[in-house]
């Protein structure tokens, strides 16, 4: 019986019920019905579940509603009862396909828009709620998490509003800064990393690589990336290499110091294969100049790992770097919107975290340690033991989320 499955041993602390601000409603029906097969799973091995009031239901679903004035004001309202709910909002705050009107203007969502509909449904549930946890992979204003001059400290002002709102738990996935988290030290912040969705796409991708020091290189193209790239190099038995950016600090374009050069530090990656660990993906400009220069210096096949996808600049310079041979293929994580062009790519892979979001939740709504799904150290060295047995890896075998 998996971890999950001996949960009903203990009993929930509230009824579930999941809710999504406008544009996380893709991720929020996967997670939902990620938990509803694992509960219905649940009850198959322990018939006892069933009789939990709300435990075993066909969807954790709200039915909410946000909608928008002419003239750009917003509201929040929550069809069905929410009182002594354990409420889970899942939040996407960097989906700027959703639009709205302004005076007969369309306008598309920004951050700013999607975290105020966001306080608006936790104003909605109006403390009826036994607990609220906000479920927003892409902390908001993760970016502007320290302060280097007389500027704001956007990340640290919307936790304390959350804090202030009433928020319980705060999750997240791959936090620019984690350290964000000591400005609300009595409210829950869980930093969940998605290295075990990207060896299982990497894996789903090229079941022919060999991840050791002679064959197989972990690139972190930045100092902020590096713990990523440590850890990631760790587990597989792999070496490492890092570059650093030298920056031009008299000019200012894009709001940031334009990059003037990449400058690489480690071993020969002559004839190896590489992985590009990094939280995000902004224009892309910086990541495909790590590419080419890992090509240049003799790289086989790199493959790029990136948390989110943003392409800010669109897929035009990706398009043609492929074409190029820079990189092999792109993987980002389902956490965030993904324009329906990018899905079509054939450089793209996804790596699926709505089970491993389900099963967070499913164990934080029985007040257990979170630990047993944070580690996910056993289940990487599981996959690769799998790996290196069979010539041919498996992507249909079920993730290793409950084990």
Known sequence: MSANEKTVKKYPSAPLKIAYIEGSKPIARQINNALVKMRRSIADHDKSAEEISGYIEPSYLLDVRLSRYGTGEGRAIINGSIRGTDLYIVADVMNYSVTFKVCGHTNHMSPDNHFQDLKRIISAANGKAHRISVIMPFLYESRQHKRSGRESLDAAMALRELQNYGVQEIITIDAHDPRVRNVIPLRGFDNFMPTYQFLRALLKAAPDLMFDSGHFMVISPDEGAMNR???????????????????????????????????????????????????????????????????????????????????????????????????????????????????????????????????????????????????TTHKISRMLERSKKSSDYDENEPELIEE
């Open 229 to 375: 790239a440590v850890y990631f190099s760790n587990v597989l038995g792999a070496d490492i290499g890092m570059f650093y950016k030298r920056r031009d600090y008299s000019v200012i374009i894009n709001g940031k110091n334009p990059i003037v050069a990449h400058e690489f530090l480690g071993d020969s990656v002559e004839g190896k294969d590489c992985v590009i660990i990094d939280d995000m993906i902004s224009s892309g400009g910086s990541m495909l100049d790590v590419c080419k220069q890992i090509k240049e210096r003799g790289a086989n096949r790199i493959f790029i790992c990136t948390t989110f996808g943003l392409f800010t600049d669109g897929f035009e310079k990706f398009d043609e770097a492929y074409e190029e041979g820079l990189f092999t293929k792109l993987i980002t994580t389902n956490c965030c919107y993904r324009p329906p062009e990018l899905l079509k790519k054939p450089y793209y892979e996804p790596a699926n975290m709505h089970k491993y979001l389900a099963a967070v939740i499913n164990t934080l709504n029985h007040d257990e340690s979170i630990d047993k799904v944070k580690s």
